[in-house]
């Protein structure tokens, strides 16, 4: 993967790392690529304007910069759904997608896949959630100064990824809920979400009970990498397929291994260094051992 920045990748569905003209004319028509139509993101205090970024550059813990992909539109490639039917569909015949599905107590379904018989009636369906990165601060500074200047400047304006919200928590939750509702029915509902973001799981909670595919476990996380074209695109491509049954949903919904807390010491240290820096304690011969 070639080299990337902590800067938007892709604007209105357009790698601006390349080439800022085309993603330029998408903001001034306010179109999504992925929608085929009009972007659905707007700013909170101009909803008149809209977002228009699909992907920005970011790491986990002071890693590699990698694209990661913060608007759940961007997933919607005809090569998502086609790896969908690969991977799940395969026997079925005539597949039609319905998008926002009551759950009842679960919310909404992003997508259900359904297969109708020769009458159009129901004959078999796979629930499909969306889960994209969410951003601490905004990076909407950077698409301003692309359409003030039609390129970044040096300045560094100040946003984050929400790791633990999105996934440890926001989607974890969905997952726990649907989950449960799907099982009982004795079907699976599939999460699908970008690579990094497994990564981020895999380090963040635990994934013990996370296994290779498993057609009788009722939540599947379908994670997917961006890859650059020799064009002005990133292209979604494939990564894999992970298991889990609602007890492991459960077990990555409370953090951490157990092998991986905090001892009680350790915990003392923090909050002594913490106090130290809010002015709550003095630094004394007592404390300095934390520093």
Same mark, same amino acid.
């Given at each position: 993967m070639k080299e990337i920045k902590k800067l938007p990748i892709e604007v209105f569905g357009y790698d601006v790392t390349i080439d800022n003209d085309d993603a330029l004319l998408a903001h001034s028509q306010q179109y999504c690529r992925f929608l085929k139509g009009s972007c659905n993101k707007p700013r909170k205090s101009e909803p008149e304007k809209k977002v228009g970024i699909c992907t920005l550059g970011a790491s986990l813990k002071g890693g590699i910069i990698k694209p990661v992909i913060v608007c759940p539109q961007r997933f919607k490639e005809d090569l998502m759904f086609d790896t969908i039917r690969k991977k799940y569909?395969?026997?079925?015949?005539?597949?039609?997608?319905?998008?926002?599905?009551?759950?009842?107590?679960?919310?909404?379904?992003?997508?259900?896949?359904? $297969?109708?018989?020769?009458?159009?009636?129901?004959?078999?369906?796979?629930?499909? $959630?969306?889960?994209?990165?969410?951003?601490?601060?905004?990076?909407?500074?950077?698409?301003?100064?692309?359409? $003030?200047?039609?390129?970044?400047?040096?300045?560094?304006?100040?946003?984050?990824?929400?790791?633990?919200?999105?996934?440890?928590?926001?989607?974890?939750?969905?997952?726990?809920?649907?989950?449960?509702?799907?099982?009982?029915?004795?079907?699976?509902?599939?999460?699908?979400?970008?690579?990094?973001?497994?990564?981020?799981?895999?380090?963040?909670?635990?994934?013990?009970?996370?296994?290779?595919?498993?057609?009788?476990?009722?939540?599947?996380?379908?994670?997917?990498?961006?890859?650059?074209?020799?064009?002005?695109?990133?292209?979604?491509?494939?990564?894999q397929i992970k298991s889990t049954s609602i007890a492991g949903i459960s077990l990555m919904l409370g953090g951490a291994n157990v092998n991986e807390y905090l001892t009680e010491e350790d915990f003392i240290g923090n909050i002594i260094r913490k106090g130290i820096i809010d002015g709550v304690f003095e630094k004394n011969q007592y404390t300095k051992d934390y520093l």
């Amino acid at each position: 993967m070639k080299e990337i920045k902590k800067l938007p990748i892709e604007v209105f569905g357009y790698d601006v790392t390349i080439d800022n003209d085309d993603a330029l004319l998408a903001h001034s028509q306010q179109y999504c690529r992925f929608l085929k139509g009009s972007c659905n993101k707007p700013r909170k205090s101009e909803p008149e304007k809209k977002v228009g970024i699909c992907t920005l550059g970011a790491s986990l813990k002071g890693g590699i910069i990698k694209p990661v992909i913060v608007c759940p539109q961007r997933f919607k490639e005809d090569l998502m759904f086609d790896t969908i039917r690969k991977k799940y569909l395969t026997s079925w015949k005539n597949v039609k997608w319905v998008q926002e599905v009551n759950i009842g107590s679960g919310g909404s379904v992003d997508y259900v896949a359904v $297969e109708l018989d020769a009458h159009g009636v129901v004959r078999d369906f796979l629930c499909v $959630e969306i889960q994209a990165a969410g951003t601490t601060g905004s990076p909407y500074p950077y698409v301003k100064e692309l359409l $003030e200047d039609g390129h970044f400047s040096g300045t560094r304006h100040s946003y984050g990824i929400n790791w633990a919200n999105e996934f440890s928590k926001t989607m974890m939750q969905q997952a726990f809920k649907k989950g449960k509702i799907v099982e009982s029915w004795k079907r699976k509902i599939v999460f699908v979400v970008q690579d990094i973001a497994m990564e981020y799981l895999i380090t963040a909670t635990d994934c013990s009970l996370l296994t290779g595919p498993d057609p009788n476990s009722p939540v599947d996380f379908c994670s997917f990498s961006l890859v650059s074209t020799d064009d002005k695109y990133w292209n979604l491509n494939f990564d894999q397929i992970k298991s889990t049954s609602i007890a492991g949903i459960s077990l990555m919904l409370g953090g951490a291994n157990v092998n991986e807390y905090l001892t009680e010491e350790d915990f003392i240290g923090n909050i002594i260094r913490k106090g130290i820096i809010d002015g709550v304690f003095e630094k004394n011969q007592y404390t300095k051992d934390y520093l």
